[in-house]
């Protein structure tokens, strides 16, 4: 078991959202020391954030914001995607839809199980209800899953 001692500070990770805009840390790179006396492992491992979602160009928030419109609220995904990032075209929001129902099974592994797993089996708003409880302290559930399990909300390995 490593001590906490040995990790040391090794980079930054940045997104740059839009132009003109500053850049936003999404992560950072620790060190587990084995120099100077330390007896760490020596590897680098990443501290995941909870602002962004990896490929995505937009942030964390508007992408939740349009799944809780669309699946929890109701609303079409065209009033939903506009809601969320202030923009007509709702181009990217049948890719994220896409991204979500490929990602949903890991996520929901990655979960206590429920009382009754049939009930979440092949229900979207119902699995995204039952994931929201887990996190009820938190406004915006994909930022505190990324932050729990250290994991993507959206894998970065599923592709559209």
Request: with cysteine; hydrophobic share 40%.
């Amino acid at each position: 078991m490593r001590a906490f001692w040995f990790f040391k500070k090794h980079d930054i990770i940045y997104k740059k959202l839009t132009d003109g805009q500053p850049k936003v840390i999404i992560a950072k790179r620790l060190y587990c020391s084995n120099i100077n006396g330390c007896s760490g492992c020596g590897k680098t491992t990443r501290l995941q954030l909870n602002v962004s979602i990896y490929h995505l160009w937009y942030a964390l928030k508007a992408v939740w914001l349009f799944f809780y419109l669309h699946y929890i609220n109701k609303k079409c995904i065209t009033a939903s995607y506009e809601s969320a990032t202030a923009t007509k075209n709702p181009r990217n929001a049948y890719r994220w839809l896409t991204k979500l129902k490929l990602a949903l099974p890991i996520i929901k592994n990655k979960m206590p199980p429920p009382t009754n797993p049939l009930q979440i089996a092949n229900n979207i708003s119902l699995s995204l209800l039952y994931i929201m409880s887990s996190f009820q302290d938190h406004a915006c559930m994909p930022a505190a899953f990324q932050y729990a399990f250290q994991s993507h909300f959206l894998n970065q390995n599923l592709t559209t």
